[in-house]
C-alpha cells in the first residue's frame, strides 16, 4: 500500500474527470431536499421501485452509511451537484435504503462508453485488458452474490443517464434512483445528468457518501477548504478524534425486480475491442475481481496466514503475493469497504495482535481517504499541468524519451523491470511506482501527466483521485511538503532489490550478471560484460540518463555479491505516528 515517505501510485477504476464544478448557484439549489412532485422525508411506505446505480461500490456487504443531509447541512460539505436531494435522515445507502423504500429493486450497473475512449491530454486508452478483466469478473460476482439472496445485477451498456432514463420510461413505476456521490469532475457529470433525468420525471434522487474511510461529514475540517495540504496534519486530526462509523449488515433477502425486467448479459473483452490478456506467471497479483475474492484476501492476509502481523516489515517487497495487502484492485472498484478493513484490524488487534504493522494497514487507508477529500477541495485542478501549486515547470513532452520508459527500455535496470511487470500484469509494487515516478518527472523531466495517463491505462487498481494526487506527489506540484524530493534509482535499487532478483525476473537479458552488479551494467568493465553475455547498446540499452548522484552508490569492487541490504530486506526508518496511535488505543482501554 504505501510508505511513509511517498504516498503509493495506486489507483481503481473510474474514468478521467474534467470540466467545471457546480457554479454556486446550483450548489445552494443542491441542498434542497425533494422532487417536484414528492412529499419531504423517504419514499412513503414499501412501493414503486428503486434504482440503486453502482460504480465504484460493486459488492454486497457494508452497502449502508447515513445518507447525506440536506439543507440544514453544516458548512464546508461539498454537496451534490444534483438539487433533488433527500432531507436530513439517520437511514443507509443505496442498496440498504432501496430495500426499505421500495416494492421492487434494481440494483444496475452501466458499461459506460466514455470510460473506453482516450485519454484527455495524450490520448491513451482509458481502460486497459488488465482494469477490464477484472471489471468483468466483479460484476459478473456481485450479480451472482445478488442471486443468491433473491435478486440480480441488471447490467446495460450505455452511458447510466441514458439507461436510467430508458428504465423510467420503460416501467413506468420507478419512484427512486440511488447512488454513491463520487468526487470528480466526469463522475459528478453523470451525476448532473441523472438529476436532469429525475427532474424531468418527477422522480426522487437519494445519494450517499460511502468511498472512504472516514466520512466526509465527520472530518474536522469545514469548509472542505480547510482541508490541510500535508497529509501528516490531516492524519493527525482524524486520529486525535474522528470516527469511523460502523458497518451494518445487508438482508439476506432482497428484494425483486419488478416483473418482466431482462438481466441483461455481462459484455465479454472482444465486445470492447480487447484480448483477454494472458496471465504472467510471474506476476504478484494473480487475483481475480470480485467481492468474494477480496473477502478471501482478507481472510487469507489476516486470519490463516497472520501476514497482516509483519506488514510494515515486507510492504516494501517487490516479488510475490504475500509481501503486501493487494487490497488495493478491490477497494478501487468498491468490492470491499474500506470500514470492514477497518473492523476487522480492529478484531484482529483484540483477539490476536496490535502492532506498527496492523496500524500500518490504516495509515494506508487513510491516505487513500485524503486524495479522495483532496480532489474534493481543488476539482480539476487536481489534472492541470501546474498542479495544486500553480508551479511553473518546463515540462517536456519527448514522446521517444516517453516510449523508453513505458516499454522498459531506458538502461535503468530497476525501472526498466518495473515498467516490465506493468505492462504485462497491470500491476506494480508500491515502491516500483514511486520510482518509476519520480523517475519519468525528476529525471527525464517529463510532463506529468504521460505517466499519469499511461498509469490510468494500465493499472488493474486505477482510481482517480489516488492515481492523479500520487503523480502530483511525485512531480513536486501537489501535497509533497517536499517539493525537491527525488529518488535515486540505483540506491532505491540495491536497497529493495540487493541481489538484484526482481531485475533478473524482469530483465532477462542480464540475468547473466551477478549480485548487486546488475543494477549499474554501464559501470561493468567490457570483459565483466562480455562474460555475462551483455552488449549495452544491443542486447540491453545504454541509460537513456545518469543523474550524477548515482555514482555514490554504485559497487566500488564489482564482483557479483549482494548489497548488504539485500541480505536483511528493506530499510526501516523510524514512523512517526505510531507511538501516538498505540498511546491512543490505551488511553481507550
Known amino acids: ?36 412532485g414528492t412529499m419531504p422525508g423517504t419514499v412513503s411506505g414499501p412501493a414503486g421501485t428503486a434504482i440503486c446505480l453502482l460504480r465504484c461500490d460493486l459488492r454486497a456487504h457494508d452497502h449502508q452509511v447515513r445518507e ?30 432501496a430495500q426499505h423504500n421500495a416494492a421492487f429493486v434494481i440494483p444496475l450497473y452501466c458499461f459506460d462508453p466514455r470510460h473506453y475512449l482516450r485519454t484527455h491530454c495524450y490520448g491513451w486508452p482509458k481502460t486497459g485488458p488488465h482494469r477490464l478483466r477484472f471489471l468483468l469478473e466483479s460484476v459478473k460476482d456481485l450479480r451472482e452474490t445478488l442471486k443468491r439472496k433473491g435478486s440480480t445485477l441488471v447490467v446495460r451498456k450505455g452511458k447510466p443517464e441514458d439507461v436510467v432514463r430508458d428504465l423510467i420510461t420503460q416501467l413506468g413505476s420507478v419512484t427512486a434512483v440511488v447512488f454513491h456521490e463520487e468526487a470528480t469532475q466526469e463522475e459528478l457529470d453523470v451525476e448532473k445528468g441523472l438529476c436532469q433525468v429525475c427532474r424531468q420525471h418527477g422522480v426522487k434522487m437519494q445519494t450517499f457518501w460511502g468511498s472512504t474511510l472516514y466520512h466526509r461529514d465527520d472530518l474536522p475540517f469545514r469548509p472542505i477548504d480547510r482541508l490541510p495540504d500535508v497529509y501528516t496534519h490531516f492524519r493527525k486530526a482524524l486520529e486525535s478524534g474522528a470516527k469511523v462509523r460502523p458497518t451494518l449488515k445487508m438482508p439476506d433477502q432482497l428484494k425483486p425486480l419488478p416483473p418482466g425486467l431482462e438481466e441483461g448479459t455481462v459484455p465479454t473483452m472482444e465486445d470492447f475491442g480487447q484480448k483477454d ?112 501549486q500553480s508551479k511553473e515547470i518546463p515540462w517536456k513532452k519527448d514522446l521517444q524519451l516517453f516510449e523508453c520508459w513505458k516499454e522498459g527500455r531506458t538502461g535503468v535496470p530497476f525501472v526498466d523491470a518495473n515498467m516490465r511487470e506493468l505492462s504485462a500484469t497491470g500491476f506494480m509494487s508500491n515502491r516500483g511506482r514511486q520510482n518509476v515516478a519520480s523517475f519519468l518527472t525528476k529525471d527525464l523531466g ?56 526482481y531485475v533478473r525476473l524482469w530483465v532477462p537479458e542480464l540475468q547473466g550478471i551477478q549480485g548487486a552488479d546488475i543494477h549499474t551494467p554501464w559501470a561493468l568493465s567490457s570483459a565483466a560484460l562480455c562474460q555475462a553475455g551483455v552488449t549495452l547498446g544491443e542486447t540491453y540499452p545504454q541509460p537513456v540518463v545518469t543523474a550524477p548522484e548515482w555514482s555514490r552508490h554504485i559497487p566500488q569492487s564489482p564482483g557479483g555479491s549482494p548489497h548488504p541490504r539485500g541480505r536483511r530486506g528493506p530499510a526501516q526508518h523510524k514512523d512517526r505516528g505510531i507511538d501516538f496511535y498505540f498511546s491512543r488505543k490505551k488511553d481507550a482501554c
Open 68 to 97: 447525506r443531509r440536506g439543507s440544514g447541512d453544516s458548512p464546508g460539505i461539498v454537496p451534490s451537484p444534483c438539487p433533488e436531494l433527500a432531507p436530513p435522515a439517520l437511514c443507509s445507502q443505496v442498496l440498504h435504503w
Open 277 to 388: 490478456p494472458v496471465t504472467d506467471p510471474r506476476t504478484a497479483f494473480p487475483c481475480s475481481g470480485g467481492e468474494t475474492q477480496a473477502l478471501m484476501r482478507l481472510q487469507y492476509y489476516f486470519w490463516d496466514t497472520n501476514l497482516v502481523a509483519s506488514y510494515k516489515e515486507t510492504r516494501n517487497g517487490l516479488v510475490g503475493m504475500d509481501y503486501s495487502t493487494k487490497f488495493a484492485p478491490w477497494l478501487a472498484l468498491g468490492c470491499i469497504s474500506p470500514r470492514y478493513i477497518y473492523e476487522q484490524i480492529q478484531k484482529y488487534e483484540r483477539e490476536r495482535t496490535a502492532n506498527q504493522s496492523t496500524y500500518w494497514v490504516l495509515f494506508e487507508l487513510l491516505w487513500r481517504d485524503y486524495f479522495r477529500f483532496v480532489a474534493l477541495k481543488y476539482g480539476t485542478r487536481i489534472f492541470s499541468l501546474k498542479g495544486l
Open 1 to 36: 500500500m504505501r510508505s511513509r515517505t511517498a504516498p503509493p501510485l495506486q489507483g481503481g477504476m473510474r474514468g478521467r474527470a474534467r470540466g467545471d464544478r457546480a457554479a454556486p448557484g446550483e450548489v445552494a439549489e443542491a441542498r434542497r431536499g425533494t422532487m417536484p
Open 446 to 501: 517529463l510532463d506529468w501527466r504521460m505517466g499519469a495517463e499511461w498509469f490510468e491505462y494500465l493499472l488493474v487498481d486505477y482510481d482517480v483521485c489516488s492515481n492523479y494526487g500520487n503523480w502530483l506527489y511525485s512531480a513536486g506540484i501537489g501535497n509533497d511538503p517536499r517539493d525537491s524530493r527525488r529518488f535515486n534509482m540505483v540506491k532505491q535499487g540495491l536497497d529493495y532489490d540487493g541481489n538484484g532478483d
